[in-house]
């Protein structure tokens, strides 16, 4: 279960709401974001630097070595994020899920593998435009896994529900009045819980007010507060169950 991302993490292991397979020849065991940068003036997490390169430790197999791979972006993006998130798919391969934005057409949400970008979401279409990850794994119990993130904390706070299917993310849900993120933090609380009782979402409600709880089912999103918001840490408290 991931409980949040820290600004300047070196390296991102999370262990998500999704089954385990078969692994490939050699696994992603590990990301981080290198080659610092500031083409990107931004600087929505608290400061001007953002990142050109993402590195994916691969972990050791029969006749190969362990082995670090380097994918570096166009100088027209950047990895405008705290820290890479691993996630496994339900055939068992693992990805980096990243927050990537583009000079001219603000972020998307991003998965890669060596080789690169696996699937992405489409880019907001404005620059300074940003979305805050909440998290990743089968949210409806289909089996299947559903990426989820706040499009917009700060403006829109559209909490927006992507499946992986291939190398496709496709929309499955979307609902308003939500948020994760205030600008200048380096933190994104909240994420993904399982209390017994199947996965929730925990977020806030878009006027900081309550703590929110939203499940991914049948009839699209619900959501029920738990508690009162107070500061940043009731939402990371809330995953504690």
């Known amino acids: 279960m ?4 820290a600004r300047g993490a070196g390296l ?3 262990l998500w709401l999704a089954p385990v397979g ?22 929505v997490l608290g400061d001007a630097v953002e990142w ?3 590195v994916l430790t691969l972990a050791p197999c029969a ?15 950047v990895f405008e994020d705290l820290a890479p998130r691993l996630m496994t798919t339900e055939t068992g391969d693992v990805l980096a899920m990243v927050v990537e934005s583009d000079l001219g057409k603000g972020a998307r949400l991003a998965l890669y593998d ?14 300074n435009r940003w979305l805050a990850p909440v998290g990743a794994g089968d949210l409806d119990g289909d089996g299947r896994i559903e990426l989820a993130y706040v ?9 927006r529900i992507w499946r992986l299917e291939g190398r496709r993310l496709v929309p499955v849900a979307e609902m308003a009045g939500f948020t994760n993120h205030l600008i200048g933090w380096d933190v994104i609380p909240g994420g ?14 878009g006027d900081w007010q309550t703590v929110q709880a939203v499940r991914l089912g049948p009839d699209g999103l619900r959501a029920r507060s738990i508690g009162r918001y107070d500061r940043p840490e009731d939402l990371d408290r809330a995953l504690r169950c």
């Open 2 to 5: 991931w409980y949040g991302s």
């Open 12 to 14: 991102a292991l999370f």
């Open 22 to 43: 078969g692994a490939a020849a050699q696994t992603i065991t590990a990301a981080s974001y290198a080659e610092p940068t500031t083409r990107y003036a931004h600087g």
């Open 52 to 54: 050109g390169a993402l």
């Open 63 to 77: 006749g190969c070595a362990a082995r670090q791979v380097t994918l570096r972006l166009p100088e027209t993006r």
């Open 114 to 127: 060596t080789s690169g970008v696996v699937a992405a979401t489409p880019f907001i279409g404005r620059p």
């Open 151 to 159: 499009d917009r904390p700060h403006l829109a706070k559209v909490l």
């Open 192 to 205: 993904l819980r399982d209390c017994g009782g199947g996965p929730e979402l925990i977020l806030a409600d």
